[in-house]
Structure formats: C-alpha cells, structure tokens
C-alpha cells in the first residue's frame, strides 16, 4: 500500500508518518505565529537582470544599459589593494540598484541603472487623506495627495496572486541616466 492510500483509507493519521519531534512543532507553531513585516520597510537590493528588480514596494520596470556576462567580466586585483574591497566595487558598478526607505508621509528612493521604477504603496504604509512625497535620488518627484483605487487593487491582486497585501496605489517614475536630474 501506498502513503497516499494509507491516508485516503483514514486508517492512519498523516501525523503518524512524521518523526515524533518537538523541534517541528516548534518550528510549525512559529512560522504560523510569525506575522510580516509592517509594509514599506526599508530595502537595498542589488541585481544583475531588471526581472529581478522587484522587491515588494518597490519594482524597477526598465533600466538602462545591458546585462553583463560573464565574458564582459574580468576583475584582476592590484596586489596591495584591498581584495574584498575592490571586487565589491566593480561589481557595484556593474550591477543595478534600488533602495528606499518609508519616513511618515515621505518616501525616498536611490537608483542606479534603473531607467523606470514603480512605487506600490500598501494600506497602512501612508496615509492616504494627506498629502505623500516622493524623494528619487535627491529630487522631489512627487507631493501631493494619492486616493487608493479599487481598480489597482484588483489588478496587483490578479498578477501578484497576494491577498495580504493589497497595492491600493501605483506610482510610476522615468529616470534619466545622467545625475542632473530627472
């Protein structure tokens, strides 16, 4: 007989089939206590490919210039340099990157590399009754009041599949290459 036969006869328990531990229901019970972080908290991510470019509030949509492989790659350290230092910054050049972080009614946001970027902004993350600004690498973007829209809601929720965290406002920004603005 077979596990699945065994359960769907219900002549014994599934549980039975599990090793008799406290660790696991320990670990069970905490991952179904644990609840999540508190929407907008703040994130730096670097990534190599613009799909990767997502990270809950905040998605990079295009960026500019292309992708590395590895034939583009070479690092070659200066022997009295700073190994760890040195290859950390050529990568950091060559990858792209999104930060922000969510203060009161203003949001502030630092590229690299990313020609477009989406702002989602959850419940709770903002008050929506009054006024919100938007801060990309050292520009007011955007101040002014955003109403939650219940179109936006049903679309994120549709393509995201998230029922937890519902996106009641996207924001969209370009942002050109050169730092003179944007």
Do not use: C
């Amino acid at each position: 007989m077979f596990l699945t036969d065994l359960v769907s006869q219900r002549s014994v328990p599934i549980h039975s089939f599990l090793p008799d531990s406290g660790a696991i229901a320990e670990t069970l019970s905490a991952f179904i206590s644990r609840s999540r972080a508190a929407p907008g908290q703040p994130i730096t991510h670097w990534f190599r490919y613009p799909a990767q470019g997502d990270v809950g509030w905040l998605r990079a949509l295009k960026a500019y210039g292309d992708v590395w492989t590895e034939d583009q790659l070479s690092i070659v350290v200066n022997p009295t340099a700073d190994r760890d230092a040195f290859v950390t910054d050529v990568l950091k050049d060559k990858l792209f990157y999104i930060a922000g972080h969510v203060d009161g009614q203003t949001i502030t946001i630092e590229t690299k590399r990313v020609a477009e970027i989406e702002l989602r902004l959850y419940d709770g993350m903002v008050d929506f009754g009054r006024p919100i600004t938007v801060i990309i690498n050292g520009r007011k973007r955007h101040e002014a009041v955003v109403k939650p829209n219940i179109g936006t809601l049903l679309e994120s929720a549709y393509e995201e599949w998230e029922f937890q965290r519902l996106v009641f406002v996207k924001l969209i920004f370009s942002i050109r290459p050169d730092p003179s603005g944007d």
